[in-house]
């Protein structure tokens, strides 16, 4: 019966454990590889599942993982890397998938805001580096529905409407960085606006 400190090698599915065990269960620190090293957990785990704070990197470190788990699940707050993709989401996990919270682009913009399944996905607003912010509605990482554009260079708000990433309306009128920022306190405040009109 393991106890202690020890390793686990299954050499044919390509794991090692080294880590914690009590009463034959991995319980405590440990690091897991598996698949021949594809794929590296290290961190807490409770009644033999990942379970707590803990790192998940894949593909050479191309993506990682580093936060809350539950039982083997991003679960909780969390900060996913994929340098495949160059997106970084940061904000709360539920069953592997971004729920709510931000990504950072390649660019350096950023999108605040609802998701669904790791897309931006409802409510939202997109600031990017050179000032200007959107702030709207997504379906599926697509702007869809009622929301502003602020070009901030120019002072000026478009108000847009979309389906599915494709523009239908714009009407351009003067804004403030006050006016920006309220809406950006508030995403819902532009759909509801367009709503009531």
Do not use: C
């Amino acid at each position: 019966m393991a106890h202690g400190k020890g390793v686990f090698v299954q050499k044919e599915a390509g794991i090692i454990y080294d880590g914690d065990w009590k009463n034959d269960v991995k319980e405590g620190k440990g690091t897991e590889t598996w698949e021949f090293g594809e794929y590296t957990y290290v961190g807490d785990f409770k009644a033999g599942e990942k379970t707590g704070k803990g790192v998940f990197t894949a593909n050479t470190g191309k993506v990682r993982y580093e936060g809350d788990f539950v039982e083997g699940k991003f679960h909780g707050n969390g900060k996913y890397i994929n340098g495949e993709s160059n997106r970084t989401l940061e904000g709360k996990f539920k069953n592997n998938q971004m729920v709510a919270g931000k990504i950072v682009f390649a660019d350096g913009s950023t999108y605040q805001g609802e998701f669904k399944n790791d897309l931006m996905h409802g409510s939202g607003v997109i600031r990017y580096t050179n000032g200007d912010a959107y702030v709207g509605t997504f379906d599926s990482d697509k702007k869809h529905g009622t929301g502003s554009h602020f070009d901030m260079t120019n002072m000026y708000r478009m108000q847009e409407d979309w389906v599915k990433g494709k523009r239908t309306s714009q009407v351009r009128t003067p804004t403030t960085h006050e006016e920006m920022e309220q809406q950006i306190q508030n995403p819902g405040y532009v759909h509801n606006l367009a709503q009531t009109q």
